[in-house]
């Protein structure tokens, strides 16, 4: 998941050319990974994340797992390099990334709640 703050001082087209491009690279390499991108109005930023995976004390109270967070990197998009050794390392104890993508859809399914609408 790649979001954005509402209030930001970037350009909106500049969100969805870096999720693009994020998201197709990471699509490339992790295929059976589920993508979303949203508007949340509480984003501190440009945030890279994913639900349900990973090890639970390390994820929030809704279940994320963060990737990449522009407030803790100093710098306001992720490098392509830094998502893909982070998904090297959370797809490790599963095994494969489809491995990965069944737990993760698990716990979705199990969590539809936590999943929040788009705002535009």
Same mark, same amino acid.
């Given at each position: 998941v790649v979001q954005k703050q *509402? &209030? +930001?001082?970037w350009d909106p087209a500049d969100f969805y050319e870096k999720f693009n491009e994020v998201g197709n690279k990471i699509k490339n390499y992790f295929? &059976?990974?589920?993508? @979303?991108?949203?508007? &949340? %109005?509480? #984003? #501190? /930023?440009f945030e890279v994340y994913l639900r349900g995976v990973?090890?639970? =004390?390390?994820? &929030?109270g809704q /279940?994320?797992?963060? @990737?990449? *967070?522009? /407030?803790?990197s100093g710098q306001l998009f992720p490098r392509f390099h830094d998502i893909y050794e982070k998904l090297c390392i959370l797809v490790m104890p599963y095994l494969t990334s489809v491995n990965m =993508?069944? @737990?993760?859809?698990d716990f979705?399914? =199990?969590?539809?709640?936590?999943? +929040? %609408?788009?705002? @535009?």
């Open positions: *509402k &209030d +930001s001082r295929p &059976d990974i589920t993508i @979303i991108g949203n508007w &949340d %109005l509480k #984003a #501190a /930023g990973g090890p639970e =004390e390390q994820r &929030d /279940g994320r797992q963060y @990737i990449f *967070k522009s /407030g803790d =993508e069944m @737990i993760q859809g979705l399914r =199990e969590n539809v709640h936590l999943l +929040s %609408l788009i705002h @535009i």
